[in-house]
């Protein structure tokens, strides 16, 4: 049964990281015409990545610890993501910061930046810019959701679609480019989709970790976005599959 094949593939390409149709082929005395089937199916439901002769495995992503604690982490690849994405911000452009870590280490560049409008969620730029006399300072209300001291759920969502922008960089929780990107918090997911609906251009910043794992909540296609700024680490293979798919990658 169908249903069962389904399991069996999933456990060992779990187990194995990756397999090919011929060995499928092989283990559960199906046709290859079938395996290809069931692979894409698989994939389609993001148990799987496929790949071409095969599939490997999907890495869940884990839980993340609290934004301050993950200030520290790949603190040096943040740095030099926040100030490449910083050249991308002109004199007097209305721009929407979201929450997370990555996105933060953007906002101390912004003081060079003349008549610059700024709208977020995120209580980590709003106290960065908060008095600086060259930035309109438009804050998001809502839900406090306190691991990420970001501002999510409904009251925020319709807020967030009362206004336009130039720019808007968002962080991701999980990246993949056949499976789009993935949340864990279903009220944070709406608000990110209504964030990406306000602005002719989206980048998303992420460092190399966010890449190649799938989270619980489908948020949108990798193709909802059209930069992403990562920094140097990130896989050639999963860089190139982002070019393919016709996103401006760069890499800080």
Request: with cysteine; net charge negative.
């Given at each position: 049964?169908k249903?069962?094949r389904?399991?069996q593939?999933?456990?060992?390409?779990?187990?194995?990281?990756q397999?090919?149709?011929?060995?499928?082929n092989h283990?559960?005395n199906?046709?290859?015409?079938?395996?290809?089937r069931?692979l894409?199916e698989?994939s389609?439901?993001?148990?799987?990545r496929?790949?071409?002769?095969?599939?490997?495995?999907?890495e869940?992503a884990?839980k993340e610890?609290p934004?301050?604690?993950r200030?520290?982490?790949?603190a040096?690849?943040?740095?030099?993501?926040g100030?490449?994405?910083a050249?991308?911000v002109s004199?007097?452009?209305t721009i929407f910061?979201?929450?997370?870590?990555t996105?933060?280490?953007l906002?101390?560049?912004?003081r060079?930046?003349a008549d610059?409008?700024?709208?977020?969620n995120?209580?980590p730029v709003?106290n960065?810019?908060?008095?600086?006399e060259?930035i309109e300072?438009?804050?998001?209300?809502?839900m406090?959701?306190q691991s990420?001291?970001?501002?999510?759920?409904?009251?925020?969502?319709?807020?967030?679609r009362?206004f336009?922008?130039?720019?808007?960089?968002m962080?991701?929780r999980a990246i993949?480019?056949?499976?789009?990107f993935?949340s864990?918090f279903?009220?944070?997911?709406?608000?990110?989709?209504?964030?990406?609906?306000?602005?002719?251009?989206?980048?998303?910043?992420?460092?190399h970790?966010?890449?190649?794992r799938?989270?619980?909540?489908f948020?949108?296609?990798?193709t909802?976005?059209?930069?992403?700024?990562?920094?140097?680490q990130?896989?050639?293979e999963i860089?190139s599959?982002?070019?393919?798919k016709?996103?401006?990658?760069m890499?800080?």
């Amino acid at each position: 049964m169908k249903s069962i094949r389904h399991t069996q593939i999933r456990d060992i390409v779990n187990e194995t990281g990756q397999i090919t149709v011929n060995e499928l082929n092989h283990l559960l005395n199906v046709s290859e015409a079938t395996i290809r089937r069931d692979l894409e199916e698989l994939s389609q439901m993001g148990w799987i990545r496929r790949t071409h002769g095969g599939a490997v495995r999907v890495e869940r992503a884990e839980k993340e610890p609290p934004i301050l604690q993950r200030q520290v982490a790949q603190a040096d690849e943040k740095l030099r993501i926040g100030q490449l994405a910083a050249t991308m911000v002109s004199d007097r452009q209305t721009i929407f910061l979201g929450s997370g870590s990555t996105v933060a280490a953007l906002a101390p560049h912004l003081r060079r930046v003349a008549d610059l409008t700024v709208i977020t969620n995120s209580i980590p730029v709003i106290n960065e810019l908060a008095g600086q006399e060259n930035i309109e300072l438009i804050v998001i209300g809502g839900m406090l959701r306190q691991s990420e001291m970001s501002m999510v759920g409904h009251i925020a969502e319709m807020a967030v679609r009362e206004f336009r922008a130039d720019l808007v960089f968002m962080g991701m929780r999980a990246i993949d480019a056949e499976h789009g990107f993935t949340s864990d918090f279903m009220p944070e997911a709406m608000t990110d989709r209504a964030i990406l609906q306000i602005a002719p251009h989206c980048v998303v910043m992420a460092d190399h970790t966010k890449f190649g794992r799938v989270s619980t909540v489908f948020l949108a296609p990798i193709t909802a976005v059209h930069t992403i700024i990562s920094d140097t680490q990130l896989q050639p293979e999963i860089a190139s599959e982002l070019r393919e798919k016709g996103l401006d990658l760069m890499l800080a």
